[in-house]
């Protein structure tokens, strides 16, 4: 069975940054395009950044385009989201998650496999 755990969360500034990391066990990176998922209370789970199996393809969402950077390591099973110039509204549990497809949507029906989340929380 698939198990993907996620880590790095905590409390940071605004403008701060964070890295957050998934790491993947009884799966191999090598032939699945992964993504990052956050959800904030009382708001639907959204897509912040996908990448796939092997060609480099990567996609973002609007709202962290220029800020947060993905990017993995199939050796190591892991997948990892470089988050800076982090702002109040990023605030959210962050998810990694596997796609069926290699250049999924951020449609979460794409995703076959979920992480427990962890908490990113921006403030003073």
């Known amino acids: 069975q698939v198990q993907l755990v996620e880590s790095g969360g905590g409390l940071v500034q605004p403008g701060g940054s964070l890295r957050l990391s998934c790491a993947a066990s009884?799966?191999?990176?090598?032939?699945?395009?992964m993504c990052w998922f956050r959800q904030a209370p009382g708001k639907e789970r959204e897509g912040v950044a996908c990448i796939s199996s092997s060609d480099g393809w990567t996609n973002y969402a609007d709202s962290v385009k220029g800020r947060f950077s993905i990017s993995k390591d199939n050796a190591k099973s892991s997948l990892y989201l470089q988050m800076n110039s982090l702002k109040p509204e990023d605030t959210a549990v962050y998810y990694c998650?596997?796609?069926?497809?290699?250049?999924?949507?951020?449609?979460?029906?794409?995703?076959?496999?979920w992480g427990q989340g962890t908490q990113v929380t921006v403030s003073w």
């Open positions: 998650a596997a796609a069926f497809s290699d250049h999924p949507t951020f449609t979460t029906s794409d995703f076959h496999s």
């Open positions: 009884k799966f191999t990176l090598d032939y699945h395009a």
